[in-house]
């Protein structure tokens, strides 16, 4: 059984390799079907994105996205809640 390293470098490998996905899993001794399966995973995962907060102190503050989702809101805060609320509109 591959480590997730492994499965990530084999998985980053490929891209940079020119190989056909054929030649690549032959040459690592990977099934097509698997190596498949690694990739769609990996492009399924979450990823982190960019984020710009623009405070106005007496407005509350705009959350914007990277995929261009925009939060307002005039209440304030505490760290921990922001995070929640940026976690639950990246989802």
């Not at 499965?7 to 190989?19: H, Q, T």
């Not at 959350?63 to 989802?91: H, K, M, P, Y």
Request: with cysteine.
């Amino acid at each position: 059984m591959r480590s997730k390293q492994e499965i990530r470098s084999l998985v980053d490998g490929f891209a940079k390799s020119r190989m056909t996905r054929r030649e690549y899993c032959e040459k690592h001794n990977i099934p097509v079907t698997k190596f498949d399966y690694w990739r769609r995973a990996r492009r399924s995962k979450p990823r982190l994105v960019d984020i710009a907060i623009e405070t106005q102190p007496s407005a509350g503050f705009a959350l914007v996205l990277a995929n261009g989702r925009r939060i307002e809101s005039s209440w304030t805060f505490v760290e921990a809640e922001l995070l929640r609320l940026i976690r639950v509109a990246e989802a």
